[in-house]
């Protein structure tokens, strides 16, 4: 009777699912040096918890030798304003979809989203409500062993004051075989409203001979 018991838990133990590990990390600009080439950036990991550290502008990489500065939230303030003045962090930068193209027209603006090109690639896209364009290209997470890719989206775009520098933080998440990530990456560029590689809109179809004879 024992040894029925025992066999019975045992099954239902190897039959039950697996529960998928989680890894999530979420990331948010905190503002850029004077000669932009360095951005302070929050950093908060379910696995190690909330950290500052300082990045290079041009790479949207960890600064070289630069370290994590943990944190707990009801010391967020000071640790902050601190890790700010060490760095010298003195422009704020700004968080916004929008560009604006002429400050004395608020219709004259840029709008900034994101969109799945391919299942390989993320855009990172603009529109003046007229046309498209594009900015720049992601590559999109995969899993080769589950042959999964990961589903990708705009978080937040930050910009330097006079808005030459942008970075966009873009999420990945990607599910496959029992670990789940969500983590943000920062993709920082240059920014000129000529570098905008706009889509040519397609030449109209040919007319009909039949509507052709009707003109």
């Known amino acids: 009777m024992a040894r029925a018991l025992l066999l019975a838990v045992l099954g239902v133990l190897w039959s039950a699912p697996t529960l998928a590990q989680e890894t999530k990390v979420t990331l948010a600009v905190l503002g850029f040096t004077a000669d932009a080439k360095q951005m302070l950036v929050q950093l908060e990991d379910d696995n190690i918890g909330m950290n500052l ?19 707990q939230r009801g010391e967020s303030q000071k640790v902050i304003k601190d890790t700010r003045k060490k760095f010298k962090i003195v422009d704020p930068g700004i968080e916004d979809t929008i560009y604006p193209l002429d400050p004395n027209d608020a219709e ?84 000129r409203v000529a570098d905008i590689r706009w889509v040519e809109p397609e030449p109209p179809a040919p007319a009909a001979d039949g509507d052709a004879k009707k003109d």
């Not at 670990?179 to 990456?185: A, I, K, M, N």
Request: net charge positive.
């Open 53 to 71: 550290r300082l990045y290079d502008v041009a790479t949207g990489q960890p600064a070289k030798k630069s370290a994590l500065i943990p944190f």
């Open 108 to 191: 004259k603006t840029l709008s900034f989203f994101g969109l799945m090109a391919t299942r390989e690639r993320f855009v990172l896209a603009v529109t003046d409500r007229q046309k498209l364009g594009k900015i720049a290209d992601v590559a999109v997470k995969h899993d080769e062993g589950a042959d999964v890719w990961a589903k990708v989206a705009l978080k937040a775009l930050y910009w330097t004051t006079d808005r030459k520098w942008l970075v966009a933080v873009v999420t990945q998440k990607l599910k496959a075989e029992g670990l789940l990530t969500e983590v943000d990456e920062p993709h920082a560029m240059a920014f």
